[in-house]
């Protein structure tokens, strides 16, 4: 069994959280932001330098897993100053949000460019067993369930076919001067998603979302996965 899921599965805890699913997904070569494990403000400071501005801090915390929600979220960190007062905003309203939850600190990311989103996500319906799903972000899933879905185990022509019958399929070849984005790297971050879910049926759920997609990148700007109980 993956050693992270087995150490959550000792824990008795379901849900990685998104540094242990990052690193997860990373063991099946899906690209993600460079992230860290950061327990003080100090520590987060310290890091960020390293790292290299800008940077984004995140909530880290298995008790909530909606991170923005939480006032978990700050982005687009130039400075030193700025990444202190952002540590102490997240820790402040996500007490706040959740007083009882347990918080590991924050992490601290590399901030992706801005590019065109996706979701992929995987659930398990209890007849046919896993299910993945593919979708533009934002309004696309939330408002016009622009979404496909495909049994696991899919293969390449599969991930081909999905990927071109969510109505907004165009979006991805550009737009407005937008630049295109890259189809046959989407494809293979379908296919790695299947396959690493093949090879850890512990998983119940998970969701990459979003997925920046640009002209030479697909990465998962934030990743959660959930074990079976
Ligand atoms: P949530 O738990 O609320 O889903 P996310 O990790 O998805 O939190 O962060 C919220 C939003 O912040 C994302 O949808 C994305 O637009 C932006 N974001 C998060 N992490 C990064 C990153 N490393 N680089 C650039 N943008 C990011
Ligand atoms: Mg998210």
């Known amino acids: 069994m993956n050693s992270i899921i087995e150490q959550s599965i000792k824990q008795k805890r379901t849900v990685l959280t998104e540094l242990e699913s990052k690193k997860l997904i990373a063991q099946y070569g899906i690209e993600t932001t460079s992230i860290n494990l950061a327990r003080t403000e100090a520590e987060a400071v310290k890091l960020s330098d390293n790292i290299g501005y800008p940077v984004v801090l995140k909530i880290s915390s298995a008790d909530i897993t909606h991170k923005s929600d939480a006032g978990g979220v700050k982005v687009g960190?130039?400075?030193?100053?700025?990444?202190?007062?952002?540590?102490?905003?997240?820790?402040?309203?996500?007490?706040?949000?959740?007083?009882?939850?347990?918080?590991?600190?924050?992490?601290?990311?590399?901030?992706?460019?801005?590019?065109?989103?996706?979701?992929?996500?995987?659930?398990?319906?209890?007849?046919?067993?896993?299910?993945?799903?593919?979708?533009?972000?934002?309004?696309?899933?939330?408002?016009?369930?622009d979404v496909v879905f495909r049994l696991i185990p899919i293969e390449k022509v599969d991930a081909q076919k999905m990927i071109r019958e969510i109505k907004g399929f165009n979006l991805l070849k550009g737009y407005r001067g937008q630049e295109p984005a890259n189809v046959e790297l989407l494809e293979n971050l379908l296919l790695k998603v299947s396959d690493m879910i093949v090879k850890n049926p512990e998983i119940s759920e998970m969701d990459l979302n979003p997925v920046f997609v640009s002209k030479d990148k697909a990465i998962a700007v934030d990743a959660r996965v959930i074990l079976f109980k």
């Open 77 to 145: 960190l130039k400075n030193a100053a700025e990444v202190a007062e952002a540590y102490k905003n997240i820790m402040t309203s996500c007490l706040k949000y959740c007083p009882t939850a347990v918080i590991e600190g924050v992490t601290v990311q590399d901030m992706a460019k801005p590019a065109l989103e996706v979701i992929i996500g995987v659930t398990t319906d209890p007849q046919f067993g896993p299910v993945i799903m593919f979708g533009l972000g934002g309004v696309w899933v939330e408002v016009l369930k």
